[in-house]
C-alpha cells in the first residue's frame, strides 16, 4: 500500500525522463514519499517507541530481579526494586500515551491535509 503505487509513479517518471537528472530526480522523489508515508521522516515516533521500549525492557528487569531476589535481601532493596518496577511502569505508561497523542494529531493532520489538497 505505501511502496507499490510509488514505485509505479516512478518507474512511469522514469520512462518520460530525458536525461540521467530526470532520472536520479524520480528516484529521489520516490525515496522521499516512501519515507514520508511510513513516518521515517519524523524522527518524534521513532524516539518514543525507542523510549517505551526502554521502560519495557527496565520494567521486565525489574520483575525478574524481584522475582529473584531471596529473603536475605534488605527489606530496604525489596522497597527499591519495588520503586524501581513502578517507575518504569509509569513511564511506559506516559510514554505511551505521548504516542497515542502524536498518532492522533498526525492522522488528524493527514486527513486534514489530504482534505484540503481535494478542494485545491
Not at 530526470?22 to 525507542?50: N, Y
Not at 519495588?82 to 494529531?105: H, I, K, M, T
Not at 493527514?110 to 485545491?120: C, E, N
Request: glycine share 8%; with cysteine.
Amino acid at each position: 500500500e505505501t511502496v507499490e503505487p510509488r514505485w509505479r509513479e516512478m518507474e512511469q517518471g522514469m520512462r518520460q525522463a530525458a536525461t540521467i537528472d530526470d532520472v536520479i530526480d524520480e528516484q529521489e522523489k520516490f525515496l522521499h514519499a516512501v519515507m514520508e508515508s511510513c513516518c521515517l521522516m519524523d524522527v518524534k515516533p521513532l524516539r518514543l517507541i525507542g523510549d517505551i521500549k526502554d521502560a519495557c525492557l527496565a520494567f521486565a528487569n525489574g520483575v525478574i530481579h524481584r522475582k529473584g531476589s531471596g529473603s536475605g535481601d534488605s527489606a530496604e532493596e525489596n522497597a527499591r526494586r519495588r520503586s524501581a518496577v513502578r517507575q518504569s511502569g509509569s513511564r511506559f505508561e506516559s510514554l505511551l500515551g505521548q504516542l497515542l497523542d502524536l498518532n492522533l494529531r498526525m492522522n488528524f493532520l493527514g486527513s486534514y491535509t489530504q482534505a484540503s489538497r481535494k478542494h485545491f
